[in-house]
């Protein structure tokens, strides 16, 4: 047989009656995935398993991504309980050194609802198995014990599961939603957890691993503290993935785990020169770490010799014996040409071959049957096939005689494989989770003070837990878990600290009502903008028709709900008579674009033309080329408009524009020029458009007048900002990050010209771009020459602020279109730029930089499916500021949803705000806290409109009020849930959210009355909210009920209601009072009954 492509190759193997499991062995890694994928195309995904190999981060200082290992978990735990059909591997994977099958079984735990299990030992073996604690399980590998309720992500599992125990009995096993923590109704009998690694994790087996590996070491007495340290900190070091095979379990190579397997070899020769190749190259770069003081394993410490399996099959380009010719041709891309499409598919046809026109989507399949239907007098007799069916690349089989043809080759479109997962930041905002003694926290009526941690005091002769906030003048306050609604945390934008107030100060009121009245007119002037809107008319597009129909499904891989959402909107504002003028939202990556092009789609299809802005060059080639390859299929001119477009060009664009054979003109402020006429303008695309002058905003106004307006905006704004602005200002948040990007390796190290020779040899191997930043314009053609030195093959460019306008813009350009590999560049690096090629970047110095800074600068990598790194060098561990290094620990360590991720992404979301609101309005946010602002905001703007609802503020007294320890032991996560309770304001929602909390912490048992109690108590406080009750208090035997004069209920009939209750008395300051009962429980319901026969009388009369 001859090697083919991987989806040729896919085709024939599923054509297969495979009696084995089949082991495919390709050429390369790159290779080895896109089998992957094509073959679970062609056969669906049960039973077909990538094994990845590691081979990229031997020479290396780094661990593998978190998905590369769940990845090889997950084939291990599936090869281990026969579940694999076909496995596939890259040429390197197979001569690794993995665990012997035996002992990696031997590590499994084995949990059946059918039978009981003991949970402390069962705690203990999950942390054995390298499982990590936490309080919530957000990531693969995690646990969480609540009680009687266990949370654990298994490596091998796509979701988390939820064991909820009655002693040692399970009474019930299933999954749970990682964004809500609620239970899914898909239960589960049996569970098997797998080691978190392929090695021993005992401490002291890598502690012998690294010592063993420091002999050949210069100078590792660095190094290795900086691990150790890290081992007994973290429970892990940076890397020690590597030294596994050393740990002393027994070893193995894959083949020994597949034995009964046929094995497909695909080009054994090239595979052979690879792995060669790779040998020389990793041992060269081992020894110039092992010079500069890095411990790292040996070549032949993890790869051994491999031996062929029982059965081989070989593939290849090369002839050999017995080989079987399938005449495999690749295709010719057609470009969008379709009359050329139409020609290559009639020559096959004509000679009795089998065409098919393969769709990755529903809609691109779609577009093909039109594109059949449209040209079917171009076919004699038989037409070519419409399938869905998700291809890499088109191919011909002349043995078989058939055709398959991508919509790569049609339309010269690739595939884009992206999964999704949700922003978790803008719930952090107002929850008070993950405080840190320390951090500024406001309290409504006190002012800002300083979070000193939870304290247990005693009051009434019962312990209680507070919060404990010093102030300025060293005064504390203690406020009760229960009025967590008097506490915000305190956030502004470029983290600024603020001033502590002085407890029983002025100045805190005096903040608050300049700020009030800032706000105010604010929300004055906003109201004045859109109703001046309200009276604009502007054209209004017909409903879609087909051709967007098929757009939106020719999209190559699946919208999320905020592109949705976004469309949906933008598309209602242009089916409506009044023109459109909406600001869109959403970080680099998050599909923007997308967003964008399917408005101007919308409007192109209605019969007009678009204008769509970029404030810089190196922003208009990325729009024109994302747009030219996205309307590929369909009908719509694109032309570009900027100082690199020649001027006869130019001028042939001014005249189409005019005639109206131009659709959409991508553009900079060249676009406004006078001598550019639209013959239809409909809609205006804006990106970016803080960054035009003013003259040029000035013209945009103009531009706009009763035609439809889009902006957009690469820093994102909170939603909270989006909810209280609604109505007056249109704005879409695109929250939800791209499919499949990998989590972003953070690595922070001291300057080593080893480790950023490796970093950029690594990337450059496989073909991507580095971000070299260096904040010194002074000393930066030094640094490039350095860089120069150390990878004398790298093409380098250089960018900073100093560079005139025209080669500052050249370099951003060769460097977007892949002329440069290494751009050593300031802070300077666009917001809006989107380069998937470029996925490491290294930051000198990087403890100079604040904490969002770091974070926006990281996420100029890690825009594709391929693993990104971020290295971020400073002068050493020790000869840095301790703010500097917590910042760093933050950021090399965190998660989505660690707390340094979060409050680094909510100061870039609050310099969106400011962005939006204005210099003066970002001072106020800086004086009062974010929250405290919004608040403010959303209810002036209420007033504004003449919503202002009336606050019915309850107080009750009742006695203890308090959710048990007993229920929920932590402090800090009883804060968060009372924070929560007091901003509900619905019966419903009280019994949602408690529903919640016993899905993830346990029933409340009948005996916690505490708890109990407390919930009846918050549901009487809704009830009193609603009747117009001011106050319930417990005075001696009595309960006083305060009730407003304004309340909606008709207090005449009340008062003689409830006095015919024996002991109840009107009292002469407005108030009741009816006797308490012989307990609180008993209270409470009396008290219940009362409310609910209150509101019936209301409502009856």
């Avoid at 076909?86 to 665990?99: D, F, S």
Wanted: glycine residues 6%; contains cysteine; negative net charge.
């Amino acid at each position: 047989m001859r090697w083919t492509s991987p989806s040729a190759l896919a085709t024939l193997i599923a054509s297969w009656d495979l009696e084995k499991p089949l082991w495919v062995d390709a050429p390369s890694e790159q290779e080895a995935g896109i089998l992957a994928q094509d073959l679970r195309q062609t056969l669906g995904p049960i039973g077909i398993y990538l094994f990845p190999s590691l081979i990229d981060y031997v020479a290396g200082e780094i661990s593998p991504s978190g998905m590369i290992l769940q990845a090889r978990l997950k084939c291990l735990a599936a090869l281990a309980n026969y579940k694999v059909k076909i496995l596939i591997t890259g040429p390197m994977a197979p001569r690794e050194k993995i665990p012997q099958r035996d002992w990696f079984l031997m590590q499994q735990v084995h949990i059946s609802s059918k039978h009981s299990i003991n949970r402390d030992h069962l705690l203990e073996k999950l942390v054995a198995l390298g499982y990590g604690r936490a309080s919530l399980v957000a990531n693969p590998g995690e646990f969480s014990s609540r009680g009687l309720v266990l949370d654990i992500w298994p490596h091998q599992e796509d979701q988390p599961i939820r064991i909820e125990l009655d002693g040692d009995d399970i009474e019930s096993m299933n999954y749970f939603d990682v964004q809500s923590q609620r239970r899914t109704s898909l239960a589960i009998e049996t569970l098997t957890l797998f080691s978190k690694c392929e090695g021993d994790l005992r401490p002291e087996a890598m502690l012998n691993a690294l010592m063993r590996c420091a002999e050949k070491t210069v100078d590792p007495d660095d190094d290795l503290s900086y691990r150790i340290n890290k081992m007994k900190l973290q429970g892990h070091h940076s890397g020690e993935e590597l030294f596994y095979p050393l740990l002393g379990h027994p070893i193995a190579s894959l083949n020994d785990w597949l034995t009964g397997f046929d094995r497909l070899k695909l080009e054994p020769r090239w595979s052979s020169t690879i792995a060669e190749s790779f040998k020389k190259e990793i041992e060269i770069a081992l020894r110039q770490l092992r010079e500069g003081g890095v411990i790292c394993p040996n070549f032949d410490d993890r790869f051994q010799t491999v031996d062929p399996s029982e059965s081989t099959w070989i593939l290849t380009e090369w002839k050999v014996e017995a080989s079987v010719d399938y005449g495999y041709e690749s295709i010719l891309d057609h470009k969008g040409d379709t009359l050329a499409l139409v020609r290559t598919s009639e020559g096959f046809l004509d000679r009795g071959y089998r065409v098919m026109w393969c769709g990755a989507t529903e809609g691109t399949a779609r577009r093909f049957q039109d594109l059949i239907e449209e040209h079917h007098e171009g076919f004699s007799s038989i037409a070519p096939e419409a399938l869905q069916c998700d291809l890499s690349s088109g191919f011909i089989l002349h043995a078989y005689q058939c055709v398959f043809i991508t919509e790569w080759e049609a339309f010269g479109r690739k595939k884009v494989y992206l999964p999704s997962q949700r922003s978790r930041t803008h719930a952090f905002l107002s929850d008070l989770s993950d405080l840190k003694v320390g951090d500024p926290v406001v309290h409504l009526d006190h002012g800002i003070g300083e979070f000193v941690g939870f304290v247990t005091i005693e009051a009434g002769g019962e312990d209680h837990d507070v919060v404990r906030l010093r102030y300025a003048d060293g005064a504390y306050l203690d406020v009760s878990l229960e009025r967590a609604d008097l506490l915000q945390r305190y956030s502004s934008s470029e983290g600024a600290q603020p001033r502590f107030d002085k407890l029983g100060g002025t100045q805190w009121a005096k903040v608050k009502r300049r700020a009030k009245k800032a706000i105010r007119d604010l929300s004055e002037e906003l109201l004045k903008l859109y109703a001046k809107r309200q009276q604009e008319v502007g054209y209004a597009f017909p409903i879609d028709g087909p051709e967007m129909a098929e757009f939106e499904l020719s999209f190559p891989f699946e919208p999320t709900r905020d592109q949705i959402e976004s469309s949906e909107s933008i598309k209602s504002d242009l089916e409506s008579a009044k023109p459109m003028d909406r600001l869109l939202v959403g970080d680099v990556g998050f599909g923007k674009t997308e967003v964008a092009m399917r408005a101007a789609a919308k409007v192109v299809f209605g019969g007009k033309q678009v204008a769509f802005l970029c404030p810089t060059t190196v922003l208009c080639f990325q729009h024109y080329r994302n747009l030219k390859e996205r309307f590929a299929a369909f009908p719509v001119h694109i032309e570009m408009m900027n100082r690199f477009v020649e001027k006869s060009k130019i001028n042939q664009i001014r005249d189409d524009l005019e005639k109206g054979t131009v659709d959409i003109l991508i553009g900079t402020h060249q676009a406004l020029g006078k001598e550019v006429r639209f013959a239809d303008l409909g809609l205006v695309i804006i990106d970016e458009e803080q960054r035009f002058g003013v003259g040029h905003k000035e013209k945009l106004k103009q531009l706009r007048v009763n035609v439809d307006q889009l902006a957009m905006s690469a820093t994102p704004i909170p939603r909270s900002l989006h909810m209280s602005l609604a109505g007056l200002r249109e704005i879409s948040l695109i929250e939800t990050p791209p499919k499949n990007r990998l989590a972003i390796e953070t690595i922070v190290a001291p300057w080593s010209d080893e480790l950023i020779q490796s970093a950029i040899h690594f990337e450059l191997k496989r073909k991507g771009q580095v971000f070299f930043v260096h904040n010194r314009v002074e000393s930066i053609e030094s640094i490039a020459a350095r860089i120069q030195e150390l990878v004398p093959e790298a093409r380098i460019g250089i960018g900073h602020g100093q560079l005139r306008e025209h080669d500052l813009e050249k370099v951003m350009l060769n460097f977007m279109e892949g002329r440069v590999d290494v751009l050593v560049s300031t802070t300077i690096i666009e917001n809006g730029l989107d380069i998937p090629n470029a996925n490491t970047l290294i930051v000198h110095r990087a403890d100079l930089f604040g904490l969002s800074q770091l974070y926006q600068l990281r996420g100029r990598v890690g825009r594709s499916e391929v693993p990104a790194f971020a290295y971020l060098m400073i002068p050493s561990r020790t000869e840095i500021t301790d703010e500097a290094r917590k910042r760093l620990q933050a950021l090399e360590d965190f998660s989505e949803l660690g707390s340094g991720f979060r409050i680094a992404a909510l100061d870039l979301e609050l310099r969106g705000a400011g962005n939006i609101l204005g210099a003066e309005q970002s001072g106020h946010i800086g004086a009062i806290g974010y929250e405290l602002y919004m608040k403010m905001l959303e209810e002036a703007i209420q007033d504004s409109q003449g919503h202002l609802p009336a606050i019915n503020e309850v107080h009750i007294d009742l006695g203890k009020s308090q959710i048990s320890s007993q229920w929920i032991d932590q402090s800090a996560d009883r804060l968060v849930i009372y924070k929560r309770i007091s901003r509900l304001k619905e019966l419903v929602d009280l019994e949602t959210y408690r529903q919640e909390l016993e899905d993830r912490f346990g029933s409340i048992s009948s005996h916690d009355t505490d708890t109990l109690e407390f919930f009846e108590k918050m549901k009487l406080k809704l009830w009193a909210q609603k009747l117009g009750i001011h106050a319930i208090v417990a005075k001696r035997n009595d309960i006083f009920i305060k009730i407003s004069p304004a309340a909606p209920i008709n207090i005449p009939q009340i008062i003689e209601m409830t006095t015919r209750i024996s002991g109840a008395q009107f009292h002469i300051d407005g108030s009741l009072s009816v006797p308490s009962k012989s307990s609180m429980t008993e209270t409470l319901m009396m008290l219940m009954s009362l409310f609910k026969s209150w509101h019936k009388t209301q409502k009856n009369d």
